[in-house]
């Protein structure tokens, strides 16, 4: 080899110096790559498997009777199961839905979900937590809405939402949150720091914006509710239903053949436009959100609620100075149209609630309540004006 380096001239020489030098850089490089990707994978894997997820924890017996009705949605459950919900109040846990955030954790095991823009067009979820006691994973968690407190404070709940609208005015989620006295698990207030909530960056296996990353599960919630002494009952001993209004409930009569509901928000959203096809042999609605089926994270079933509820509700912005005027305001209270599906069947009626605190009802064209079949209770809020085609 020397010899033959000797006998190459000076420019030759630089040449195969150079290239030698390539082969080298390119070896190192890949010896490098393979020894940084192996790293990055194997933190990866350890930043995962460290994430406080669900522990999964209590399953109802199958082979139990279940002889309890849930009061929120009037699903029957095991002896077992109420005994520890009795332990606790409901939990309201803030949801968001922006397309990055698909698919959600947690809202196929909520008793009752509301869903309403939240601003520019992008709906979000309340999902209210009580009767399915197995810990379940939640999330996106965002920020509180002032229309959402109003149905939230029916239930007397634990309020769980990342910080919220905070500008002064009629919009001010987080001062009604003082005013009203909300068992508020603010995840940036002191109470409900990590391990309580957690970023998950791997959720979806592709990056996504930070604030699409917040977490929490239902049991870790309901705990940092108890350690701040907001549990079934209050310091007096009077329990949260003391003054709670059940809705009725019915057994399924299925047999009706309206079997899809399009569900529009705003015009020209169309990544936020709901279908809802009934499916007549869970005699349930299969729901898809932005012309594709909208699935649980948690256990890839399709959100397939019992009854899906649409209300039409006034709609306008808040004027309070905050950027773009991207605050809403929707009118909760007092009475206007509703479209209740149950059954492969609709009735057109309205809702009805006289005041924050007063349970919302929702009437047949006889001024009549109408009672829901037992199971999850889907409740939808619209702006007045819009067309529901079903």
């Known amino acids: 080899m020397n010899k033959f380096f000797n006998n190459l001239d000076t420019t030759q020489r630089i040449l195969v110096l150079a290239i030698a030098a390539v082969i080298v850089f390119g070896a190192s490089t890949a010896v490098s790559y393979t020894l940084f990707a192996s790293s990055a994978k194997q933190a990866a894997q350890q930043a995962a498997a460290a994430l406080p997820t669900s522990a999964?924890?209590?399953?109802?017996?199958?082979?139990?009777?279940?002889?309890?009705?849930?009061?929120?949605?009037?699903?029957m459950h095991t002896k077992e199961a109420k005994q520890i919900w009795d332990t606790h109040r409901p939990l309201a846990v803030m949801i968001e839905n922006h397309t990055d955030a698909r698919p959600q954790s947690?809202?196929?095991?909520?008793?009752?979900?509301?869903?309403?823009?939240?601003?520019?067009?992008?709906?979000?979820?309340?999902?209210?937590?009580?009767?399915?006691?197995a810990d379940t994973q939640v999330g996106p968690?965002?920020?509180?809405?002032?229309?959402?407190?109003?149905?939230?404070?029916?239930?007397?709940?634990?309020?769980a939402h990342v910080g919220g609208a905070n500008t002064p005015g009629p919009a001010n989620a987080l001062g009604q949150i003082i005013d009203y006295k909300v068992d508020d698990l603010n995840q940036m207030s002191g109470c409900c720091g990590y391990p309580t909530y957690w970023r998950d960056y791997q959720?979806?296996?592709?990056?996504?914006?930070?604030?699409?990353?917040?977490?929490?599960?239902?049991?870790?919630?309901?705990?940092?509710?108890?350690?701040?002494?907001?549990?079934?009952?209050?310091?007096?001993?009077?329990k949260w239903d003391a003054n709670f209004v059940q809705w009725k409930f019915k057994d399924d009569q299925p047999g009706g053949t309206t079997t899809k509901i399009t569900v529009p928000f705003w015009a020209g959203f169309k990544d936020y436009e709901v279908e809802w096809a009934y499916d007549s042999s869970c005699n349930c609605y299969k729901r898809s959100n932005g012309g594709a089926p909208h699935l649980d994270l948690d256990n890839n079933q399709q959100l397939s609620p019992k009854v899906v509820v649409v209300q039409f509700e006034t709609e306008a912005h808040?004027?309070?100075?905050?950027?773009?005027?991207?605050?809403?305001?929707?009118?909760?209270?007092?009475?206007?149209?509703?479209?209740?599906?149950?059954?492969?069947?609709?009735?057109?009626?309205?809702?009805?609630?006289?005041?924050?605190?007063?349970?919302?009802?929702?009437?047949?064209?006889?001024?009549?309540?109408?009672?829901?079949?037992?199971?999850?209770?889907?409740?939808?809020?619209?702006?007045?004006?819009?067309?529901v085609t079903y």
């Not at 004027?319 to 809403?328: A, K, Q, S």
Request: charged content about 20%; some cysteine; overall charge negative.
């Open 56 to 75: 999964g924890g209590f399953a109802e017996n199958p082979n139990e009777p279940k002889t309890e009705t849930c009061p929120l949605n009037g699903s």
């Open 106 to 133: 947690g809202l196929s095991s909520a008793d009752v979900v509301y869903e309403a823009v939240a601003e520019g067009g992008i709906t979000r979820f309340m999902g209210v937590f009580l009767c399915n006691v």
């Open 141 to 159: 968690v965002r920020s509180a809405r002032t229309y959402f407190l109003d149905w939230e404070s029916e239930y007397n709940a634990l309020y």
């Open 203 to 238: 959720r979806l296996g592709h990056p996504v914006a930070t604030e699409h990353t917040m977490y929490s599960t239902t049991n870790k919630l309901f705990d940092a509710g108890k350690a701040m002494g907001w549990t079934a009952s209050d310091s007096a001993g009077v």
């Open 318 to 387: 808040a004027n309070d100075g905050y950027d773009n005027n991207v605050h809403l305001l929707y009118g909760t209270k007092g009475s206007g149209k509703a479209l209740i599906f149950e059954d492969g069947k609709v009735t057109e009626g309205t809702w009805n609630k006289a005041n924050r605190l007063a349970r919302e009802k929702f009437l047949d064209k006889n001024g009549q309540e109408i009672a829901f079949n037992k199971g999850q209770i889907w409740i939808q809020t619209i702006p007045i004006g819009n067309t």
